[in-house]
């Protein structure tokens, strides 16, 4: 490679826009003709072009431009006795200064290291300036805001900085996903930026940075420039910079994930939905045939004992499938904001008694007893029934699977003392009484690091038992939605118990 392919290659922008350094190049006059990438996000500016045809001296506080331009000329008056003594002595000078600041865009001074290089090219004066952030000397963290100001240019995420109730920064990310520059932001303010559904929420979480303990999430549907309509995931965190409570807004964009999501949902319904058409013409056509008379009068009742079982059997699936079912309808319901309850009046000690009798044949298996303990001057609940069965189902279903053969499965109810722990917890309704329900098994406990997870959808203690693991994870959604409470106590070889709270309902 010969000598002018190397300067081709070395004065290249792509070559530049990778060197850690900031770099200008300017001509006779001191104005800047060039600047790399590096540079112009070192001092705020989304483009190289916006320093071009600046004076290169305003690059820094004033009189620090003129003291590099001193150092240089020392360095000139040495090379030039050099010159005089070596032959061939470069007509370059560099200029060094360890200790010195640049102006960012906001008016910030940043600690840097700078160098200055005179050249002639063709009789033409010209000088490349290069910075590199420097924390030398300088106390707090002028470096890693440095540091943080390329990587915030560079995330997958929109990143906007509000001080004072102003947008005063916003990295390429968020520009592109509003379609909205800086200036124009500044005037527009975050809250208008989302649909009018979200901005009170979203003005709320920006009114006072000095309030805001903790960071703060939200789900918002963006409305772009073009008038296009995004769903975001909006993170909202608190910062300090000289002294100031700035917040930094992470705005990343969860369109396509949330298209996802529906589809599966869809999908989900639909399936289910679909099942439910042929197994319950199934369940039908077998109830059907265990009650024909011909079956019940059979004189070999040996010969009648075999067919009884198979449709027990039978019978049997079809309710597990259709429990399996119901919570993938319940959990298609909820992901689509469709899950809408029908509140009244639930005696609890009747619901509980018909959901034991559904499962009869599941208890008969297994020999197991349903002791139940429950008043029969318990008050009744405000709720909707048929969801509340179905967690009782869910509830009992898990008891009847881990509860050894031929042991028992309690339930019991009674009305919570006031002064009882969890009624501190969030969610609940003030001034109301609550009803405690629990389901206690004798099985072999869930372990420890596993209770945590008991509640998560998907989730099983035994990766190869029965079941997809809804269950519990529609129970917690269905009783928080009834402004209750569910949690689990368990210990190993001592059994498991659920618990649940619901609000009485109230005599008018």
């Not at 000078?93 to 906001?106: A, E, L």
């Not at 990587?151 to 592109?176: A, H, L, P, Q, T």
């Not at 709720?383 to 967690?391: M, T």
């Amino acid at each position: 490679m010969d000598h002018s392919n190397v300067e081709t290659i070395l004065s290249s922008r792509e070559f530049l826009d990778v060197l850690q350094e900031g770099v200008w190049v300017s001509d006779g006059d001191a104005r800047i003709v060039l600047a790399n990438t590096t540079l112009a996000t070192l001092l705020g500016y989304r483009s190289p072009d916006a320093l071009v045809g600046r004076d290169w001296h305003d690059l820094f506080p004033a009189g620090e431009g003129a003291r590099l331009s001193r150092h240089r000329r020392g360095a000139d008056a040495s090379a030039g006795r050099d010159s005089e003594s070596r032959e061939g002595a470069p007509a370059g000078s560099v200029g060094v200064m360890d200790q010195t600041s640049v102006v960012t865009r906001d008016g910030e001074q940043l600690p840097v290291k700078a160098r200055l290089v005179r050249r002639t090219t063709g009789g033409t004066d010209g000088y490349i300036g290069t910075v590199l952030p420097s924390d030398r000397g300088v106390p707090g963290s002028a470096l890693a805001d440095a540091t943080s100001r390329q990587v915030m240019e560079n995330s997958i995420d929109g990143i906007c900085i509000i001080r004072d109730g102003k947008i005063s920064y916003v990295n390429r990310r968020f520009e592109k996903l509003t379609g909205y520059s800086l200036q124009q932001m500044a005037q527009i303010g975050l809250e208008r930026l989302v649909v009018p559904s979200d901005r009170e929420r979203i003005a709320r979480s920006v009114a006072d940075p000095s309030r805001m303990l903790a960071p703060v999430h939200h789900t918002v549907r963006l409305i772009t420039r073009s008038a296009h309509e995004i769903d975001c995931e909006l993170r909202i965190v608190t910062a300090e910079t000289n002294s100031h409570a700035v917040l930094v807004c992470f705005l990343r964009d969860v369109s396509e994930l949330t298209r996802a999501r529906q589809a599966r949902t869809d999908f989900v319904a639909v399936v289910s939905h679909e099942l439910r058409t042929p197994l319950a013409a199934i369940k039908e056509a077998v109830s059907l045939v265990a009650d024909s008379p011909e079956l019940r009068t059979q004189g070999d009742l040996h010969a009648g004992e075999r067919p009884r079982r198979y449709l027990d059997i039978a019978q049997e699936e079809i309710a597990r499938l259709n429990r399996m079912i119901s919570n993938l309808l319940e959990v298609a319901r909820v992901e689509s904001g469709k899950s809408q309850l029908v509140l009244g009046p639930v005696d609890l000690r009747s619901c509980i008694i018909r959901t034991v009798e559904s499962m009869t044949t599941l208890l008969n298996k297994k020999r197991l007893k349903a002791e139940l303990l429950i008043p029969e001057d318990l008050p009744p609940v405000l709720g909707d029934e048929d969801r509340l069965r179905l967690v009782f189902n869910n509830l009992l279903d898990n008891a009847v699977k881990y509860t050894p053969t031929g042991s028992a499965v309690r339930i019991s109810a009674r009305l919570l003392d006031p002064g009882a722990p969890v009624m501190s917890e969030e969610n609940l309704l003030p001034d109301t009484s609550y009803v405690q329900v629990s389901v206690a098994d004798s099985g072999p406990g869930i372990p420890a690091e596993f209770l945590e997870r008991v509640f998560g959808r998907y989730e099983r203690v035994d990766p190869h038992g029965p079941g997809i693991g809804l269950g519990l994870a529609i129970a917690r959604s269905i009783i928080e939605t009834h402004h209750g409470k569910i949690w689990v106590r368990s210990e190993l070889g001592e059994g498991t118990c659920f618990n649940l709270i619901l609000p009485v309902r109230e005599a008018h």
